[in-house]
């Protein structure tokens, strides 16, 4: 994979200098902030920007605060690196947007294979403008339009609007939908899906009538 250019945001130096040496190792470009208001900073100076690496409990300006604020302009992809675990944080972080969330103690080289994952779907050289019922997806400007207007939609969102056009028609397990909007084997709840489905269906207006619940599995999209 060429090298990305990454914001590391975090308190603690040592975190900072680890997660920056595995990735610069693995050919990425660092850029390290120790609070939200010095990652704003950066994050509003820099345009090249290619993802970040969010702490959770900080100063000055916390994690979801700083969250909050990038997500009013831009949908960048977000990692969430935390020593919280708790479900409702989780949650919490998935409701705002979060791409990944990854808990303290974490290895490093696993870190570095969910960046690499999340940047290789960000940047996934797809030619595909699908229209349906409606609904324009278009993979390469990571755009959808419901009805001619354009909506917003959250990295993971896209992701999950996408894999359901994909497989319009086709009863969709949560578990299935894991292992490929996610990537990979995640051991959380599956009410992680039901809150991107929610809110994915109230971005999407009437159109979200389109993603049906199938009770006691999962969901599918009918058009």
């Known amino acids: 994979m060429d090298g990305y250019k990454i914001l590391v945001v975090d308190d603690e130096e040592r ?21 939200g208001e010095k990652a ?31 997500r009013e302009s831009s949908q960048i992809p977000v990692i969430m690196l935390t020593a919280r675990s708790e479900e409702m944080d989780e949650l919490k972080g998935f409701k705002l947007g979060v791409d990944e969330y990854i ?16 940047l290789r779907r960000a940047n996934a ?13 278009d993979k390469v400007a990571r755009r959808v339009l419901i009805d001619g207007e354009e909506i917003e939609l959250s990295f ?14 086709i009863a969709l397990s949560r578990e299935k939908i894991l292992n490929n909007v996610w990537n990979y084997n995640y051991f959380g709840d599956s009410r992680t899906i039901d809150t991107h489905v929610k ?19 999962g969901y599918k999209f009918e058009a």
Not at 15 to 35: S, T
Not at 163 to 168: A, G, I, L, M
């Open 156 to 169: 993971k969102e896209f992701e999950l609007l996408a894999y359901f056009v994909d497989n319009k028609g």
């Open 199 to 217: 809110k994915l269906r109230s971005k999407m207006g009437e159109k979200g009538d389109l993603i049906k619940t199938v009770w006691g599995m």
């Open 103 to 118: 808990t303290k103690p974490f290895s490093p080289k696993i870190l570095v294979a969910r960046v690499e994952a999340v």
């Open 40 to 70: 704003l900073e950066i994050f509003y100076e820099d345009k090249g920007i290619d993802l970040i690496i969010l702490d959770v409990m900080m100063p000055n300006l916390d994690g979801w605060e700083t969250l909050e604020i990038i």
């Open 125 to 137: 050289n797809s030619q595909d403008v699908t229209e349906i019922g409606g609904i324009t997806l």
């Open 15 to 35: 975190i900072r200098r680890l997660v920056r040496d595995f990735l610069v190792r693995a050919g990425h470009i660092v850029k390290e902030a120790p609070d």
